[in-house]
């Protein structure tokens, strides 16, 4: 993972689906975890689901609070 990563959860929207035009961020861990079973693109967005699945699934999602300050901040 590099830093960018992290911001681009907060930065990048799901273009189709169920929760299109969400951020990666906002997705829920239910989504997550059906995503990663059935397999995510081999893109951007699947990298990012898979980082976001990664930090859902062992409780580091606090890591993004100061990021989403930053983010609002700008916004």
């Not at 299109?20 to 997705?27: P, V």
């Not at 699947?46 to 699945?53: A, D, V, Y």
């Not at 993004?64 to 300050?69: E, I, K, M, S, V």
Request: proline share 7%; hydrophobic share 35%.
């Amino acid at each position: 993972m590099n830093p960018e990563d992290l911001q681009l959860l907060l930065t990048r929207e799901m273009p189709f689906g169920k929760y299109k035009g969400r951020c990666i961020a906002d997705l829920p861990g239910d989504y997550l975890r059906w995503f990663v079973r059935e397999g995510v693109p081999k893109n951007e967005i699947g990298r990012l689901i898979n980082l976001m699945h990664e930090i859902d699934h062992n409780g580091l999602s606090d890591l993004l609070t100061p990021l989403r300050a930053l983010h609002r901040q700008k916004g």
